[in-house]
């Protein structure tokens, strides 16, 4: 249960709270304009108008609704008389805020979310509306234990979908490579709150000074059994971004998948490494740390405004060597070819589904398969930067094997300078599959990731 959830009650108040009503505000904009939910929140949650308990309710609510949509709207439609799909989309992501904190959030009393709701829908729709949206949660607050939802045995992908909030044809290709129980486990790793992880910064301070600092402070901890210096922090109310060790640069929000890419990549001092798709900086910055700084990184972006943030990630960090820089791998050219090049590739971004909910909403399984061509693109674009005798590595933040697998094989197949470097070679092996880096959310408790890492033998 949230941190939100543990806290004392809140008394009803006459005024709608300023955070039932930014997250409706922002759910709509999530589904009109395909916004992504990570930026739309991180804009409510630097205003000043939001009290840090609003902050947090604001943040459990859109997360909330967001990973549990369909099951939501399963119960909202078994409830509503008529069409609830034709509902203007602010009415229903009233309801579905309301709905939440019914089912998800017990220190909350039904009847506040319930009359906030309904407060809402009459501000914009009228009274008409909001008596329907006041029936509607009302019968459903009564009955919240005889809520019917569907039968386990008669289409299993489909009563998956439902009951753990995933699109029916995510749950069958799933069930289809993992089996059902390793399924179940992956579907209930995405719907949890995601982990704070965060990678010290070894040019600046050790990990034993880090862990020194944390025991002090009496915050938990626990080392990742891949990566030493990447920290999961074991209470979500901690913010990472707000401690002094992160603003003076000495650690780094980053997943241990992220970071074990970088492992992969083997950077080493004195030499040319081009990072091709950089935003926002962390594979960056860890290969500049682990080459002590003393290398050079051309930290590539095509979108001008992202390279900012690696160029302010960079400042904070006291790192030297990454050379934040606007440009498209497609189109970049260089005079000297590069010792080691990283493609970390636009992809699904199935693997990260605990963090980036809104992606099991807008990803299809026609966008997956047409995101390879490019992938396939990227990869040739970026191995032509790549001196013989260098490293060309491939990366996705993705468990689908089409665009992991499929793409590094393709790669080789048609590129007999190249060979595969096994990820063994630089890697704990329970996180190696075949030669390549795999990790999977449900197995390895961190990121679903892929890596490959290959040489270029000859021009």
């Known amino acids: 249960m949230d941190n939100y959830t543990r806290s004392n009650t809140i008394q009803i108040n006459k005024s709608i709270n300023p955070a039932r009503n930014a997250a409706v505000r922002i759910l709509n904009k999530i589904e009109r304009s395909g916004s992504y939910i990570d930026k739309m929140v991180s804009f409510e949650l630097n205003s000043e108008e939001l009290s840090q308990k609003d902050k947090a309710l604001l943040q459990e609510i859109v997360y909330g609704v967001t990973r549990w949509k369909s099951k939501l709207d399963w119960v909202l439609i078994g409830f509503f008389h008529g069409d609830f799909q034709k509902c203007f989309n602010y009415v229903k992501n009233a309801m579905r805020v309301g709905l939440y904190q019914i089912l998800y959030l017990d220190r909350i009393p039904h009847s506040a979310a319930i009359d906030e709701a309904v407060e809402m829908v009459k501000r914009k729709q009228g009274r008409k509306t909001a008596a329907l949206v006041n029936g509607v949660l009302r019968n459903i607050s009564r009955n919240v234990q005889n809520i019917r939802y569907p039968k386990p045995n008669e289409d299993r992908a489909f009563y998956l979908a439902i009951m753990e909030s995933h699109p029916k044809w995510m749950v069958e290709r799933w069930i289809e490579r993992f089996g059902e129980t390793e399924t179940i486990k992956l579907l209930e790793h995405n719907n949890r709150i995601p982990d704070n992880v965060m990678r010290i910064n070894e040019t600046m301070i050790g990990t034993p000074e880090i862990e020194k600092l944390l025991i002090e402070n009496k915050i938990e901890y626990k080392s990742s ?234 021009d």
């Open 225 to 458: 059994p891949y990566l030493a210096s990447s920290i999961k922090i074991l209470r979500h109310s901690i913010k990472i971004p707000s401690t002094d060790i992160f603003k003076t640069g000495k650690v780094t929000i980053q997943d241990t998948s992220a970071s074990l890419v970088c492992i992969l990549a083997n950077p080493q001092k004195n030499t040319r490494i081009l990072d091709c798709c950089a935003a926002p900086g962390g594979k960056s910055l860890f290969m500049a740390e682990l080459t002590g700084d003393e290398t050079e990184i051309i930290a590539l972006d095509k979108f001008e405004a992202r390279v900012g943030l690696i160029a302010q990630a960079k400042e904070r960090m006291k790192i030297k060597s990454v050379i934040p820089t606007h440009g498209d791998i497609k189109i970049f050219k260089s005079k000297k070819l590069f010792d080691l090049v990283l493609l970390d590739a636009p992809c699904s971004g199935h693997g990260v589904l605990s963090k980036k909910p809104d992606i099991k909403w807008t990803s299809t399984k026609t966008d997956l398969f047409n995101l390879l061509n490019y992938q396939k693109l990227l990869l040739e674009k970026a191995s032509k930067f790549v001196k013989t005798g260098g490293a060309l590595v491939y990366s996705t933040c993705s468990m689908e094997e089409e665009e992991n697998l499929g793409v590094a094989l393709n790669f080789l197949e048609n590129n007999k300078n190249f060979k595969l470097d096994p990820a063994d070679n630089y890697l704990p092996e329970e996180v190696c599959e075949d030669g390549f880096m795999q990790t999977f959310p449900q197995a390895h408790g961190i990121d679903g990731a892929f890596g490959a890492r290959f040489i270029k033998t000859e």
